[in-house]
């Protein structure tokens, strides 16, 4: 037994073990019995059940395919992967990295071409990756608080806390509301703890007291829209959206990203953003 301890028996029974808690717990979060799993991954229920108490090594290949049918991101499949003993299938590089160019260069057309109207890049964890103009000049005309600015910049945080733009909301309670759901959804999804922890900071805000019928009530509608904001231009703004991702990623950070896009929900919305003070887009980097 002391032989075998000096040759990492132990570490590797941990390891297994470790790997097995991981993806039976992806398991269950999809709400899969062994058996389905075994099937849709073409291995047996009795190896799937070792692999889950530690009691069998999974090779690379197995690892993957169990991943892909438990649609596990990209960065978690990496540590699957490590955790198992093999080397990360997925790369994982800056936005700034050489080889991104061709995603940075599609992020920047389509923000710009989206201008007047407000588009957003964020990360998974709704930190801000990019904005166009119009945002930017959103920001500036209501003078966000400071802090609320220091980077890593989240956009919920932007929204939703008192010091926000949640001010110019009228029913700024039923979409934070709205936006939790949709995070809690995420979570369960991705089992991401930094969401978890975004959760509770919304939880952690003061509710504001409700502002009357604005027509626009979220939970009422399930329906993403429209969101009424008074305009510090003046008037009053009203938006939809579109939220997209990129459908074919290739590596772990832009399998993260996605955009948000604004769009006007009338023709006064149009008008006060075509008419908007011009602003410098921002980028991460820049």
Do not use: C
């Amino acid at each position: 037994m002391e032989a075998l301890r000096r040759a990492g028996y132990s570490r590797d029974v941990s390891t297994e073990a470790a790997v097995g808690a991981s993806l039976r717990a992806w398991r269950e979060r999809r709400r899969l019995t062994q058996l389905e799993l075994a099937l849709d991954a073409g291995i047996s229920t009795r190896h799937l059940s070792f692999v889950e108490t530690g009691r069998s090594k999974p090779g690379r290949d197995t690892v993957l395919r169990i991943a892909e049918k438990l649609d596990v991101p990209f960065r978690e499949r990496n540590r699957l992967l490590l955790a198992a003993g093999h080397a990360p299938a997925f790369p994982e590089r800056s936005l700034e990295d050489p080889e991104l160019e061709p995603v940075r260069q599609a992020l920047d057309l389509i923000l710009s071409r989206h201008e007047p109207y407000p588009a957003i890049v964020v990360d998974r964890s709704w930190n801000l990756v990019a904005a166009n103009a119009p945002v930017v000049a959103l920001i500036d005309a209501v003078n966000v608080e400071g802090a609320l600015l220091e980077p890593p910049i989240n956009t919920l945080r932007v929204v939703f806390h008192p010091d926000g733009l949640g001010s110019l909301i009228p029913d700024i309670g039923a979409w934070r509301a709205f936006f939790r759901e949709r995070l809690e959804r995420q979570r369960s999804v991705s089992g991401d703890d930094v969401v978890a922890t975004l959760i509770e900071e919304l939880d952690s805000y003061p509710l504001p007291e409700p502002a009357g019928d604005s027509g626009s009530d979220p939970q009422a509608t399930g329906t993403l829209g429209p969101v009424r904001m008074r305009s510090p231009f003046g008037g009053e703004l009203a938006f939809f959206g579109m939220f997209a991702i990129f459908d074919t990623p290739f590596e772990v950070t832009t399998s993260e990203l996605a955009i948000e896009l604004l769009f006007p929900a009338d023709q006064a919305t149009a008008d006060l953003l075509n008419n908007a003070p011009p602003a410098e887009p921002f980028r991460l980097d820049r």
